[in-house]
């Protein structure tokens, strides 16, 4: 049986939810036990976060909005965990390093760093990111008949995110897949990802190597 922590991770228009549900769907259908889950949360902290999309409260308070919302989910994903589960996340700590970077540029000196900083305390590492690569331009095509828009789909916004993205998939954790392809061909590529992550003996989980300059 498979069991460990793994991320899903791109820009707004990557497919995270649909690919992550069909993935999970698709190893429960094996006999694997696998928990879905995905930030922001359907809590009450989730709620507030959605209203700060729509309120602008500004991107240091939406920052520590979603701090607050991740050590909340914290224990609902160590729970998962020490049940033997595979615990599939769509967006995580990494999400809030990309989006939330790009928002903190000139308002901090090298915001990634800055945010992977203060959210050591409150983060676990995952086995597993799963970065659903796909352009901005791609990306909000595909989403282009969205009735309702936040302001992370702008096009200047997602192309700083995506580069965001690039720099943090160096780490060794990440495994990058081609989101332009038909669901079929991405899923299966996820899966054989999973797999030889998580089938066998995996080393103590360490913190993510923070990302020291970015030129943000």
Known sequence: MLKGFVTFEGIDGSGKSTVSRLVAESLEKRGERVFL?????????????????HDDVGPLAESFLFLADRAAH?????????????????????????????????????????????????ILPPDLTILLRISAEA?????ADRPAKVRFED?????????????LA???????????????????????????????????????????STGD
Request: proline share 4%; with cysteine.
């Open 74 to 122: 914290l224990e609902e994903i160590r729970a998962h965990l020490a049940r033997g589960e595979i615990v599939l996340c769509d967006r995580y700590a990494d999400s809030t390093y990309a989006y939330q970077a790009a928002r903190l540029e000139g308002v901090v000196s090298k915001p990634i760093a800055f945010l992977q900083g203060i959210s050591e305390p409150w």
């Open 37 to 53: 889950t995905g930030e922001p949360t359907h809590s009450w902290l989730g709620d507030a976060i959605r209203r700060a999309y």
């Open 170 to 212: 160096r780490s060794k954790r990440y495994a990058v897949v081609d989101a332009t392809r038909s669901k079929e061909d991405i899923v299966d590529e996820v899966i054989r990802a999973i797999e030889t992550r998580l089938a066998g003996p995996r080393p103590r989980a360490v913190r993510s190597r923070r990302i020291r």
């Open 139 to 143: 990306g909000l095509a595909r989403i």
């Open 155 to 167: 096009l200047s916004l997602l192309t700083k995110v995506a580069a965001n993205y690039d720099l």
